[in-house]
């Protein structure tokens, strides 16, 4: 079996560049925020300047209001992903158990525009949004967001699966639909909410081209927009700049490493949905 | 599920105190509320600019202050904005009814938007409190479309040549002179600019000038050889001309042939500011905005001030952001209120003082107006006779003209210049052919 | 899926014990109804999705039939929007661009995400670890990435420049440079989404029975003919997945070109989405975008149809 073994080292060496190549840029990130702005500019690189800059992480706090800007995604995000889990798996149940007229057409067109690309309705959402005077709040960046053809979509594929005979039997016993969808279908879809949900965050939480067309003011900024807005500001700073980018990706990092698991679940669950 | 429990326990509470801490957020944010006195109603005025740098917001809000101490019944309340797209986020808030009452507004913009009938109409207050002669010809140019005035400049700012005293004595050369009238020729400009670049090996550490690739400087120089960049009403480019050639190939030379400057964007990316390069030596001569003065007299080096080398004649541009109104304000006679203070002599000395504007009004020019501004920790040695750079500098070209995409086909068409090795004639040639098309739209 | 194989629910339930009352009440009946509880269950989200998507969707369509800037009255201008993208010379060279970008981004991502889905599933050691470090750029944020990777193609102290030099080569001034800005963007690109589409592949690679190796095995099959005959054609739906998906997600790009490089030097970067967003935000020519918007969609639409055909003649699903 000597060919598996060299299988399995040259596997490993592969993988092990393509790891470095991944997490290098973040150690590099890092290096650089807690140096002084000469000794970024050396050759060859360093690890470590002389000596620890944390300064550079006060510096920025102090002009950018993370703390501001973290717990505006945060609400935005967290009630986005509740709304799309809430909407998604009412609409999905009803899709895939509920008979009614015209539902297989509805369907369709539920399809039809997952295919659109996101810029084609971006235009007239803006415009929406200027009428009702919605243009720099939150509302603009959650309201578009409460309802997702995609959760629906998916939610209704996972509800398909569930057995029939459940849901007889909940009938049987006096159960009105919203019931059966309630006790039953509910929570029988927790690893399927729990993807979406993850992947609804990861989406809203990292989105830049909204805020990017909806918000101006300052103090209204989601994490991403401020972190570029920092950029405008301290382009050349590179220090300071880098110390800002850790502490905007410190969360969703974190939150990434205490779910491992949903992520890369759902990732696959949405890679056979193709098949 | 340990794990997922914890997550959810720690999601929620995160939006509870997200829900809380965004009211206290709230409530630092706004101006907290006076109680009105003598029963007077209290105006809240929205005034938006943007962030130049720290030190510009720190002038603009002591001047607030002052205006509110003189005004005790308007409060402002005002809002920087981080520079980039500033136009645009202005545009988005006025077309949706989000507007601020007072705001910057860029000159190269000024037209655009008063086409698009957004800014208050100022003229019946202007002429009764001030008259256009009181300002300098470029920045009365700007202001006034066809009679109407819908926006007041501060001061002025221009183009100059900045140089690090040092680095000259060091190669025994002597100073550019800061007097228009005894400006350098483009020929004793490059001379210089070739003694002050010393090369060690094949790696060049000291650079003789830098800085006249933006195309706002670029612009000033083209002016200086009797070139122009528009016709006479603006509806044309007028800039495929001999002396732009000329202006623009001398320009490359410096960096391609002569090898005296550096390339813009290597060195900004290096983390060095055009400031920077001056004090640290690395250039020994930086073309900027006179803006820049403010930062550059804080730096610690003898840092001198001329005027631009001349082509034909020594000339420069001059053009400033202007404050206007929204034209849906509700309270209109408080916005002029700040406007013509915004104007006045009192709020400019106190960013000219610093270095960061020029004045614009005629009176601060005299001998006697001058004085009330010049700072001699600020303003290097000589610069009095330079003053008149400024009050005679030409409008700049862009402010005049409503079609802002002219700007962006000319920096598409310089980048080619200057990076891709597109030939001169070919710059123009296309800059010419690409913005008649938008010009005539 | 499969169809329901269920009984009707009939309108009125069977229950064992009959109620005091009789026969059931009005409400009662309605609340059992499918009818009902499909209309409220269903409300919220059509609400939305009319509000916020099929309408624009229509309304998009009338806009790029007309001129307007949000301020002045809106215009009428027929398929001229559409006639003068065609003579844009700039909307040519961002159409080609971003021709450009999916067509080297989405086999490279392929390609290589394959190979690391295949060296990852040969049941070695640190698994997790692996998965998680080549899904952290995956959901890292576009902007951290750009500030990061900008910093990386610094042609004088960059890591990408050190490296290259480590090799012998004398790296380019990557972002000033009109020739290799969009390789740049490229790269970090691919690097970003390499982990979410090796994760799919590795999905789909443990979906292939042993079987088909073993018994390649038995014949005396070499790895790189296993790799090649089994495991190329097996995969042939997740990669067929993978890279309409991909090409459809390359068009979209923005964050990228927007946060790295401005579209520049000289547009050399700039895309589609790019040119968008310019002319909806910066320019305020609402009906000139919404064409370019609809032009968009249309390059979707294609690859999408192209492969729900392909899965109707590959009889899948």
Not at chain 3, 141 to 170: C, H, T
Not at chain 3, 242 to 247: L, Y
Request: glycine share 6%; hydrophobic share 45%.
């Amino acid at each position: 079996m000597k060919q598996i073994r060299v299988f399995k080292v040259t596997a490993h060496l592969v993988l092990l560049a393509g790891a470095l190549t991944m997490i290098l840029p973040f150690i590099w990130t890092v290096s650089t925020s807690l140096k002084q702005l000469k000794e970024v500019f050396v050759f060859p690189p360093t690890l470590f300047g002389e000596r620890i800059q944390w300064e550079n992480y006060l510096q920025i706090s102090e002009r950018f209001p993370f703390d501001i800007y973290f717990l505006n995604s945060l609400k935005i995000t967290i009630i986005v992903v509740i709304a799309q889990l809430i909407t998604s798996s009412m609409a999905g149940f009803v899709f895939a158990r509920l008979r009614f007229r015209y539902r297989e057409l509805l369907f369709g067109l539920y399809l039809a525009t997952m295919m659109v690309p996101a810029q084609v309705v971006m235009i007239p959402n803006f415009i929406i949004m200027r009428h009702y005077n919605l243009i720099d709040t939150h509302y603009s960046l959650i309201l578009p967001a409460l309802v997702s053809a995609f959760g629906t979509f998916l939610l209704r594929q996972f509800f398909l699966t569930i057995p029939a005979s459940l849901e007889d039997a909940a009938k049987i016993d006096g159960c009105t639909p919203f019931g059966v969808y309630w006790r039953i279908f509910v929570p029988l879809s927790k690893p399927a909410m729990a993807t979406l949900g993850v992947f609804v965050f990861m989406g809203i939480w990292n989105d830049f081209l909204a805020p990017l067309v909806y918000i101006n003011s300052q103090m209204k900024m989601t994490l991403p927009l401020g972190l570029a807005s920092m950029q405008g500001m301290y382009g050349t700073d590179w220090p300071v700049l880098m110390a800002g980018t850790v502490i905007s990706i410190i969360p969703l990092i974190t939150i990434f490493l205490l779910a491992q698991d949903f992520f890369i679940k759902g990732v696959t669950l949405s890679g056979l949905k193709g098949e | 599920m340990r794990m997922s429990r914890m997550l959810v326990i720690v999601m929620l509470f995160s939006l509870i105190s997200a829900a809380c801490s965004s009211t206290t957020t709230n409530n630092t944010v706004n101006t907290p509320s006076n109680t009105p006195d003598s029963g007077k109603k209290i105006v809240t005025l929205d005034f938006m600019g943007w962030e130049a740098s720290p030190l510009e917001t720190e002038s603009v809000k002591k001047g607030l202050a002052l205006f509110m101490e003189q005004n005790p019944n308007i409060k402002v309340n005002y809002q920087p904005v981080p520079g980039a797209q500033y136009a645009q986020k202005l545009l988005t808030m006025l077309a949706g009814n989000a507007a601020p009452d007072v705001f910057f507004l860029g000159a190269t913009e000024y037209r655009s938007f008063q086409e698009r009938d957004v800014l208050l109409d100022l003229t019946a207050q202007f002429e009764l409190d001030m008259s256009l002669s009181d300002f300098i010809d470029s920045s009365a140019e700007i202001m006034n479309i066809d009679g109407n005035i819908y926006g007041v400049s501060s001061c002025t700012v221009s183009p100059v040549l900045y140089y690090n005293k040092d680095v000259f004595d060091k190669e025994n050369i002597s100073y550019p002179p800061s007097d228009p009238a005894k400006a350098w020729t483009w020929d004793e400009f490059r001379e210089a600019a070739k003694k002050l670049t010393v090369k060690e090996g094949d790696k060049i550490t000291q650079y003789g000038a830098f800085g006249l690739e933006n195309f706002y400087m670029t612009s000033a120089e083209i002016l200086s050889n009797g070139g122009s960049l528009f016709n006479a009403d603006g509806t044309k480019m007028a800039i495929n001309t001999p002396e732009a050639n000329e202006v623009m190939q001398s320009i490359l030379d410096l960096r391609v042939k002569d090898e005296v400057s550096p390339t813009a964007k290597t060195l900004e990316s290096v983390g060095m500011k055009a400031n920077q390069m001056l004090q640290t030596g690395k250039v020994a001569m930086v073309v900027d905005g006179s803006w820049a003065l403010q930062e550059l007299a804080t730096m610690d080096f003898p840092v001198g001030v001329a005027a631009l080398p001349s082509f034909q004649k020594s000339t420069t541009h001059g053009q400033a952001h202007v404050h206007s109104a929204s034209k849906n304000t509700e309270h209109p006679e408080e916005a002029w209120k700040l406007l013509k203070f915004l104007s006045s002599e009192e709020y400019q000395i106190g960013l000219i003082n610093e270095g960061l504007w020029m004045p614009n009004r005629r009176s601060l020019y005299t001998e006697e107006g001058i004085k009330k501004w010049y700072n001699e920790a600020v303003h290097p040695e000589g610069f009095k006779e330079m003053v008149m750079f400024f009050a005679e500098a030409e409008a700049y070209p862009f402010t005049l003209i409503t079609e802002n995409k002219v700007i962006d086909i000319i920096n598409e068409e310089t980048d080619k210049l200057w990076y891709a090795g597109q030939s001169v004639d070919d710059t123009l040639a296309n800059i010419e052919t690409r913005s008649n098309v938008e010009l005539a739209k | 899926m499969n169809a329901e194989n269920r009984l009707t629910a009939p309108s009125v339930p069977m229950r064992g014990p009959t109620p005091v009352s009789g026969k059931p009440s009005k409400l009662k009946k309605l609340l059992h109804k499918d009818g009902t509880w499909a209309f409220l269950l269903l409300l919220p989200n059509i609400l939305g999705f009319l509000a916020f998507t099929l309408i624009p969707v229509f309304a998009s369509f009338a806009l790029s039939f007309t001129a307007w800037d949000m301020l002045s009255p809106m215009q009428w201008v027929g398929l001229s929007n559409y006639t003068q993208l065609a003579n844009d010379e700039t909307f040519i060279k961002v159409f080609w661009n971003t021709i450009y970008f999916a067509g080297v981004s989405v086999p490279a991502g392929i390609v290589i995400s394959l190979f690391l889905a295949v060296a990852l599933d040969q049941n070695i050691r640190f698994k997790k670890f692996y998965r998680a470090a080549f899904f952290l750029p995956v959901v890292s944020s576009m902007v951290a990435v750009a500030v990061v990777w900008q910093f990386i193609y610094n042609p004088e102290y960059g890591m990408m420049n050190f490296f290259l030099d480590k090799i012998g080569i004398r790296g380019p001034d990557w972002l000033t440079s009109t020739v290799w800005a969009m390789p740049a963007v490229i790269i970090t690109s691919v690097w970003k989404n390499l982990g979410f589409n090796m994760l799919i592949y590795l999905a789909g690679l443990q979906g292939i029975s042993e079987d088909y190796y073993e018994a390649a095995d038995i014949d005396g099959a070499r790895w790189h003919q296993k790799f090649l005959f089994i495991t190329v054609p097996l995969l042939s739906p997740t990669t067929f997945f993978v890279t309409v998906m991909s090409f459809i997600s390359s068009f979209q790009v923005f964050d990228t070109v927007f946060l790295m490089t401005q579209g520049g030097p000289a547009r050399s970067t700039s895309v589609i989405v790019h040119y968008l967003y310019e002319n909806a935000f910066k320019y305020f020519s609402m009906g000139y975008a919404s064409a370019m918007a609809y032009i968009l969609f249309f390059m979707v639409l294609v690859i999408t149809l192209i492969q729900f055909w392909r899965q109707q003649k590959w009889g899948i699903h």
